[in-house]
């Protein structure tokens, strides 16, 4: 168990330092900004969205190590994937992050994302970790949004 706490806390580090799909995406059709004010993390999401799939996405911000890494490893999670299992993934890693360990979703869904398994308990952590998906969440809704209107 803590060779896999090690484990998990390089992969924090390492995409902190080197944060995937860091920067802006210029053809992306749906957005969200997220702010968490009690560790200061704001970050912008950027989807491009084709065919009901999440075609590509990026980000863009400044925060703490746990929502940079969180961002990044959403990122890199959720490109190609459907907004179904999107939303899946998102209940999954939501579970992951506020549950008990009982109920903990599948590591084999979640990946690289069960790094985050233990910011459950650390509950100002948990907003740092959810909040890129809560960002994409909102960017997700503005589609249905404009969806609506337009038909
Ligand atoms: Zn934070």
């Known amino acids: 168990m803590s060779d896999l706490r ?8 390492d995409h902190n330092r080197r944060p995937r799909n860091f920067g802006e995406l210029g053809d992306a059709n749906h957005q969200a900004v997220g702010h968490n004010p ?4 704001r970050i912008v999401v950027q989807v491009r969205i084709a ?3 999440i075609e ?13 890494a ?13 907004i179904d299992e999107v939303h899946q993934l998102f209940g ?3 579970r992951m992050v506020t549950s008990e360990l009982d109920t903990m979703p599948p590591v084999d869904r979640l990946k690289k994302l069960a790094a985050f398994s233990g910011v459950r308990e650390f509950p100002t952590r948990v907003k740092c970790a959810s909040l890129a998906w ?10 249905h949004r404009l969806v609506t209107t337009e038909a």
């Open 6 to 13: 090690e484990l998990y806390q390089e992969i924090i580090l």
């Open 38 to 41: 009690l560790c200061g993390d």
């Open 51 to 53: 065919d009901g799939r």
């Open 56 to 68: 590509d996405v990026k980000f863009t911000g400044a925060g703490c190590a746990i929502s940079k």
């Open 70 to 82: 969180s961002a990044s490893l959403m990122t890199d999670a959720i490109k190609g994937k459907t």
């Open 92 to 94: 999954d890693f939501h």
């Open 134 to 143: 809560h960002t994409l969440e909102a960017a997700l809704q503005e589609d």
